[in-house]
């Protein structure tokens, strides 16, 4: 199948919308027409007996920047219409419109890699002219940022041109590379990409990567994908980008991705998700977290806090990592992350927070976390300034539904993604 399209003349210039640019560079201001034709792969090429047109192709920088489409350029007006309005160069000073013409191809879009101007015949009445399109290879990608051209230069000729537009499909690429990754459990041998833990648990990730085209593996990387809200939790490489650490430290879904890239810039991703999730039980379960601090933030550059829940009454014990009372509480520590599990029963505690470091009030801070049931079922966090020693009454907890009642005000959430904040200085 073939298509055709026919300039008039006046301007020179032919500009065919998919196609290539086809400049005819002269002196003059009116040029003869141009006519575009489009082959198909496997149409019978027309049969054209002429002389062969000597081509040079000198330096190719003065012509890049044309717009695409055909053009038959035979002026300097006509030279100026194959670029952008008030774009256009000068014209090379080498060339000698007076005797010599121009043949330029450009491409149209960044899926043609490679065009060349083949070969030129001329006739007593018509100079025919063969330009080949390359496009990009199956799973190939362009890198260049500008688009295809070529440009040829001829002896003068004063004829209607007919350009033949013949299409190849550039060599395959092969299939971009394949990423892998699966964690486990650090005191654990099976490996998965889903896999359930508990705050506290060290999980260790490893990526595999794949070359499956001409290219070879460049770079491949493990990185932290998302985060539950207030967790610190980071990576520690051992050895090389492909195995890493980490210790899951708030409840909520953890998301590693593996990413694989080849020579051509092709990547291939896959990613591991971790579910920290909270047991189905009755106890309550109250977790300090952390919110307002940058990812790249310590958290033991964090103000250092006790979380504490006591009986009601002046005669009531108070509980907290410091001063554990069995049946009251249960509490661990991990650097700034406490994690406190109430016994069953029907109890109305009440909740604090002891500060011993000053909390500046755009720093890192507390935030509390209740999950009954599997559930969570309150949340609450401090923005304000605290001095040393200071108390933060959280509200009273009420142990038969995980509720957290705070003096009649709802409870505060954190954001989803912490605020970029400068780490509180530790009060010495």
Request: aromatic share 6%.
């Amino acid at each position: 199948m073939r298509d055709s399209s026919s300039l008039a003349k006046g301007t020179g210039l032919a500009r065919l919308a998919g196609g290539a640019l086809f400049v005819l560079l002269a002196a003059c201001t009116t040029t003869p027409a141009v006519t575009v034709v489009r082959t198909s792969p496997g149409d019978k090429p027309e049969e054209i007996k002429g002389d062969h047109v000597k081509l040079k192709r000198g330096a190719q920088e003065p012509f890049a920047g044309a717009r695409p489409g055909f053009y038959a350029v035979r002026s300097t007006e006509d030279w100026e219409h194959a670029w952008p309005v008030g774009t256009a160069p000068p014209m090379p000073p080498t060339l000698d419109t007076s005797k010599q013409m121009v043949f330029l191809a450009v491409a149209e879009t960044q899926a043609i890699t490679h065009v060349k101007v083949e070969r030129v015949l001329e006739t007593a009445t018509f100079l025919y002219a063969w330009v080949r399109e390359t496009k990009v290879g199956e799973y190939c990608t362009n890198k260049s940022p500008e688009r295809a051209f070529d440009a040829v230069v001829a002896a003068r000729a004063d004829k209607p041109v007919k350009v033949f537009v013949e299409e190849d499909h550039g060599e395959s690429c092969g299939e971009p590379p394949v990423a892998g990754i699966e964690c486990r459990l650090t005191h654990q041998q099976a490996w998965t990409n889903k896999l359930t833990a508990q705050p506290g648990d060290a999980v260790e990730c490893a990526l595999t990567a794949t070359a499956r085209g001409k290219f070879e593996l460049v770079d491949k990387l493990l990185s932290m994908a998302e985060l539950p809200p207030g967790s610190t939790s980071k990576l520690a490489f051992k050895k090389s980008s492909e195995r890493a650490e980490m210790e899951v430290d708030v409840y909520g879904t953890y998301t590693i991705t593996a990413e694989a890239a080849d020579e051509a810039g092709r990547r291939g991703k896959a990613a591991a998700t971790i579910d920290v999730k909270p047991p189905k039980t009755k106890d309550v379960l109250v977790q300090l977290v952390w919110a307002g601090f940058d990812r790249a933030d310590m958290a033991d550059t964090f103000p250092r806090v006790n979380l504490r829940v006591a009986e009601e009454g002046p005669k009531g014990q108070r509980c907290s990592a410091e001063i554990p009372i069995p049946g009251l509480c249960d509490v661990k520590t991990r650097g700034a992350y406490t994690y406190m599990r109430i016994p069953e029963g029907d109890r109305r505690l009440p909740v604090s927070i002891q500060f011993l470091d000053e909390r500046f009030e755009k720093g890192p801070g507390p935030c509390v976390h209740v999950w009954y049931d599997g559930v969570r079922t309150g949340e609450t966090c401090d923005r304000a300034h605290r001095d040393a020693d200071e108390i933060w009454r959280v509200g009273v907890l009420d142990t038969t539904t995980g509720k957290l009642i705070q003096d009649g005000a709802p409870p505060s959430t954190p954001a989803e993604a912490p605020a970029p904040a400068a780490p509180a200085p530790k009060k010495k």
